[in-house]
């Protein structure tokens, strides 16, 4: 089974050996300074930014043992997302410091469990690098984190389940981050799939994997149509975690788009820089996010039964690539009209959505890559969020805020459904002009998905790592939406649980 670069022997608390430690000491914003570190230092090392709380701020004074000092600002605009951000950062800080035995001391002050919780996280994937295509890896074993103790704050609360389910969830962000690093011609579909069925024990999820044959059987004629102009054939992932519960109810589906290359088609894209031209070979961080989701709640076990499905095709140029006017018929049964080929994600969603409507999912998560309108509206630091149930909304809003990945309400209403409609099919897969974009490609999702619960995730401008992670990958992929399905499956697991006593 996969394992992701982690932390060894994660200790709970402050244990006998901290002491021998290296010292992370996070800072405040007026925050005082540990009792014992109080009458130790000079009072002119007390005056530096990083032991005032500045943000940012960091000073280290080197030793046996070494203190590390880091500035979190005030602890009242301290998030969860913060949390995860500045540790992934400081994790990188304390491998170049050759620190690898450290003791963290969270702010008296500091009493939000969720921000230490994504502080810990953060610190798991510190030691995440994307190196398997190289000739020659560092191993890293000197200069890699390899035992955390903590102590200070809320994180008495943290149990060694919690660190567990932590653990669970890094590697999942990790294998999901691994996928969309991988360059387009590496991980075709079939090879996606591979990889799934490599990592996660097949004791404990049931997998099926569609060809061409058996999509064009079943009717996903949208799907089929994406994936036409490219030599290399598509596939239809689906995996069921807990095999114990198969069939079982309620159910909560992840659906994550699975464009493993998208060029635009035949309204190829123009004008995009080759640089970022390259990051198409990310349009499908939103099946990435849902097989990583898997893998971790392999491990997590919320309770429910969790689908993860993940339509996956390259969207190329070809003799056979549809064209502007073609007109497809979906596995719901409704036609549309393509009117723009590089508005594939929404087709091949369509198709996905309603295989879970058909197996009766409960809820419906949809992750996906979607619109640039999207990035334009909430930039990298928020993920779009629309949905046609407000108390399912409120869920995963909150599981995304608890997990550090903030999602925005957007709307997605019958004035923009209008819009879609078409003069010689069901429905356009394109509305009648660029604005409102971002709503237009949720509301064409939301014509498949019928009164199901449903949420769709559009992470286009999230997908990316943010803030200070940023600074200190050579890649780009955050692996984002992992941990909240992950959250969100274990909240609806516990009031299932709590429903039926």
Known sequence: MYRAPSLENLEIGSKSSASERHQLILMAKKGTLPKELEKSLPAHVREHAAIKGDKGAKLVLHGSPSKVFYGIGALKDLTPQDAAEYAEAL??????????EVHVTFPAELKDRD????????????????DELKTKQDNGKKSELRKVSFAGGASAEITKADVANLSS???????????????????????????????????????????????????????????????????????????DMAGKKPA??????????????????????FRDLKGMKGDMAGAAAVVGAALALTQTKPGLPVVAVAPLTQNSIGSRAILPGDVFKSYAGKTVEIENTDAEGRLILADAVHFAVQEKAHWIVDVATLTGACVVALGKHFTGLFSNHNEFTEEVLLAAEASGEPAWPMPSTSRYKDELKSSVADLSNMGKGRDGGASLGACFIEHFVGTTPWVHLDIAGSADLGGPAA???????????????VTLAHRLGDQHRGNKK
């Not at 994790?91 to 690898?100: D, R, S, T, V």
């Not at 921000?115 to 994307?130: E, Q, R, Y």
């Not at 600074?471 to 399905?485: N, Y």
């Open 91 to 100: 994790g990188h800080a304390l491998n170049a410091e050759q620190l690898g």
């Open 115 to 130: 921000i230490i919780s994504n502080f810990l996280k953060g610190l798991l994937l510190a030691n995440w690098k994307f």
């Open 169 to 243: 969830i890094a590697t999942g962000i990790a294998f999901a981050r691994e996928l969309i690093e991988l360059p387009g011609s590496t991980a075709t579909p079939e090879e996606f799939c591979a990889r799934v069925t490599k990592a996660i024990d097949p004791k404990l999820v049931s997998i099926e994997i569609w060809d061409e044959k058996r999509i064009r059987k079943e009717g996903m004629g949208l799907l089929g149509a994406v994936s036409q102009g490219s030599v290399i054939p598509p596939r239809f992932l689906i995996v069921r975690t807990g095999k």
């Open 252 to 273: 909560l589906y992840l659906v994550g788009k699975g464009v493993t290359f998208d060029t635009g088609g035949i309204n190829l894209k123009t004008g995009i820089p």
């Open 471 to 485: 600074a200190v990958h050579s890649t780009h992929a955050a692996g984002r939406m992992v941990h909240t399905l």
